[in-house]
């Protein structure tokens, strides 16, 4: 199955590679959202947003950049390609592959995030390790929860906005404890100030992948 998961990765990779203008659209999006709130609040001032601000925008740009780059994982697939995968590989190995490739490109795109972001927004976070963490685990928890919906929604007629639905319930409780992490991280508290908040990231994100091993095999099967 692993074997299988390799493969599917890097057939992931080298389709987003052929593909650059995808990965470059979700890069404009991201970029272009962060200059439009920069515009629209017209911070002039070197202290920059106040922190909590701060923190929710950062959350609000990487959620809406999250549901257009994961968006594409089954609702791009041909159905000849699906019935291709269906006979090839088994369904686990393609969940696997597909969420560890989402997740990847989630945390490249909050690192490209959190760099613009904090260039033209100013940087706050005083604990990086802690606030990088944070972005690490929020990123597996919102790619794992959009791979299943993407699937779910590919099987109701290729309709993104029924993801977007369907994503959100189950996103909001990440966000919450990543915000709350997060501010943890700006306002330079301790490891285990913030414990529970990465505890409980971590088993969110054990959950999603569990359940995408669980389910989706049913789901392909139908």
Known sequence: MWSEVKYLFLKEVTLEWRQKYAFNGLLLFTVSTIFIIYLSL??????????????????????????????????????????????????????????????????????????????????????????ASVVALASIGIS???????????????????????SLPLLIPILLLSIKAVKNAIDDLTWGDTSDELITLAAVDCIGIALGYVLFPFLWKS
């Open 144 to 166: 794992s929860v959009l791979t299943m919906m993407s699937a779910i929604a590919s099987k109701a007629g290729n309709n993104t906005v029924l993801m977007a639905i369907l």
């Open 42 to 131: 017209r911070v002039k001032n070197q202290a920059g947003l106040p922190d909590h601000l701060w923190n929710a925008l950062f959350w609000i740009i990487i959620l809406f950049s999250a549901i257009n780059a994961i968006a594409k994982s089954f609702l791009q697939e041909s159905p000849g390609r699906q019935l291709y995968y269906y006979i090839s590989v088994h369904p686990i190995s393609l969940i696997m592959a597909k969420m560890v490739y989402n997740s990847l490109l989630m945390v490249v795109l909050a690192v490209i995030a959190v760099v613009v972001y904090g260039t033209v927004l100013g940087y706050p976070v005083i604990n990086t390790l802690m606030f």
